[in-house]
C-alpha cells in the first residue's frame, strides 16, 4: 500500500475541489464506505440550511462558529465535534475567523464524488 | 436535536472508554453508519498489529507518529490523515511527544460498542 492511502489537512491539491457556496471551499475524499470533507469557510460566511439521507459527522479543527442543527444554534469552538443523523436540517455560520471542519458523511455522497459546486442537497 | 449530538475531543467524560494496549487510551462514539474514536497516546507507546473488516481512517491531530499499513512505515505528522481500507493490517507507534488520533470506522465495530480492553481484532 503506497502513499495514495495518506493526505494532510492542509495540502489542497489533493482531493475532489467542491465550491459547497461562496466562500467555502472544499476538498473530498471519498472511500468504500466513508466519504471525507475538509470545509475551509472564510470568516463570518455561512453555508444554507440543507439535509441529505446520508448520516454525517463535522470536527471543527479552526477557527469558531455556529452549527445549526435541527433549528438549534450551537456555539462550537476547535476541538467540538458532531454528528448529524441523517435527514437532519443542518448549516455552519463561521466566526470572525473563519473555520475549518472536517466532514464525515457515510454512506458516501454520490453528488460529492466528481467536481463541481453546491451542496447538492434537497433542502 | 439537543447537546446529545454535540462532544469534544478533550472531554474525557464522554463517549466509551477503552484502553487499546498500555499507553493507547480511547473515547469511542458509535453512530449508526460510522464511530468515531479519539486516540490518546503515550509518547514512544504503539499498538500491536491488527487488522478488521471495518473501512478506517485516521486523522493526527496532535503529535507525531509512524503509521504502519501493511507493513509499510509512514512517518506522519499533525494533519495528515489516511484511509485504511478493510482487512489491511495496521497500528501507530507515537513519537516522543506522544499522539492524539481521531480514527473513523465504518460500519461501526460492534465490539467497541460496550467498555472493554484490547483491540478486539482478528490479527
Do not use: C, K
Not at 471525507?36 to 479543527?61: C, D, F, K, M, Y
Not at 435527514?87 to 473563519?98: D, I, K, L, M, T
Amino acid at each position: 500500500m503506497g502513499d495514495r492511502h495518506f493526505f494532510n489537512l492542509y495540502d489542497a491539491s489533493r482531493g475532489i475541489a467542491r465550491t459547497l457556496s461562496e466562500g467555502l471551499e472544499t476538498r473530498i475524499f471519498p472511500g468504500e464506505n466513508v466519504m471525507l470533507s475538509v470545509v475551509r469557510i472564510a470568516a463570518n460566511r455561512s453555508g444554507e440550511i440543507h439535509s441529505h439521507p446520508q448520516e454525517q459527522w463535522g470536527v471543527l479543527l479552526e477557527g469558531s462558529g455556529v452549527r445549526i442543527q435541527d433549528g438549534v444554534e450551537h456555539a462550537v469552538s476547535v476541538g467540538d465535534f458532531w454528528q448529524t443523523p441523517g435527514g437532519v436540517p443542518h448549516g455552519f455560520r463561521a466566526g470572525s475567523s473563519g473555520a475549518l471542519v472536517l466532514d464525515i458523511f457515510s454512506p458516501p455522497r454520490d453528488e460529492y464524488r466528481r467536481p463541481g459546486a453546491g451542496f447538492a442537497a434537497g433542502e
